[in-house]
């Protein structure tokens, strides 16, 4: 831990370059690399020069915002940004370069009117609903926008180069609906082919479908999770080769004895049972560590996993370190990687009852972020 941090979140680079290269490996095909949500919580810029340098071909983000901030670091690969709301920023996303995706007509009629007023073509993927009820035009919607597309792309304004949509049950590799999903998904395809869309990408495959489902990889993979080495079926990322990249420490601010049955953070809700060592934290819920954590999350202090003691609040939280020989400045681990005895996020979701994904996109607040390895570096 640096000399001088309160708390801070590691990332890993030269893992995430790794995981990329082992889940390119894997597909042998292209892979774009997803980095919205600030790269899951590993940082935009730095995650996306990281995959890149561990062989992805494209990257992918949620927001239009997203995508300029990679363009203006100078990020040049192929970028896909794909939740766009009425008045969205096209002619931003043209001059950048940037690819969009469509899902309805009137989406469609902004990007042309983009194309039209920049005199440029947009580079489109049309998203199809193929079950999950989210982003996407539905069966019924699908013929009308693939014909407006057609027509558009036949007058130069757009290049529709994906086709594309997003899995409900892919965590869950023999799930029903995987199957009922593929088979919309490729009469969504051939609705699409016999418009004359013949160019287009085919892409549907996120992380767990790109570690489990080869029958779903068509032209390109889209993982996000599993390029910061977190295992999209909750098990262990090392059986599909990867290695979390994230880990999450801080400094103990206080240490005290306290005798038997005192109470301990809000509400009393621990007791220690016999005379014992309570360890401040001092980071909480205004950081991302998750209220719910409290009485139930492991936090590896004094070579050992202990549970939180008490409520987490919103600047700190205690643990229960019994008679360990412990003082202030003391490094405690939340979550890493799992190697050097420390919980994982998978750990720690497991007690929360939610999934890492969460924990990982929320960490933050006022812990300090550094980053370790080359990968990527400018």
Known sequence: MSDRARAEVVVDLDAIAANTAALRERVDRPLMAVVKADGYGHGLVPAARAALAGGADALGVAVLEEALALRAAGVAAPLLAWLHTPGSDYAAALAADVEVSVNAEWALAEVVAAARATGGTARVHLFADTGLSREGATEADWPDLVAAAARAQADGEVAVVGLWSHMAYADAPTHPTIGVQVRVFEAAVAVARAAGLTDARLHLANSAATVALPDTWYDMVRPGIAVYGLDPLGGDPA?????????????????????????????????PEAE?????????????????????????????????????CMDQFVLDVGDAEVRAGDEVVLWGPGDGGE???QDWADAVDTIHYELVTRIGGRFTRRYVGSAGAV
């Open 276 to 312: 014992t060592t309570l360890l401040l934290v001092p980071v909480g819920y205004a950081d991302g560590v998750p209220r719910a954590a409290g009485n139930r999350a492991p936090v590896l202090a004094a070579g050992v996993q202990r549970r939180i003691a008490g409520r987490v």
């Open 239 to 271: 059986a599909h080769g990867l290695r979390p990249a994230m880990t999450v420490r801080a400094r103990a601010a206080l240490t005290k004895r306290v005798p038997a049955g005192v109470g301990v953070s809000y509400g009393h809700t621990y007791f």
């Open 343 to 345: 919980p994982t996020a």
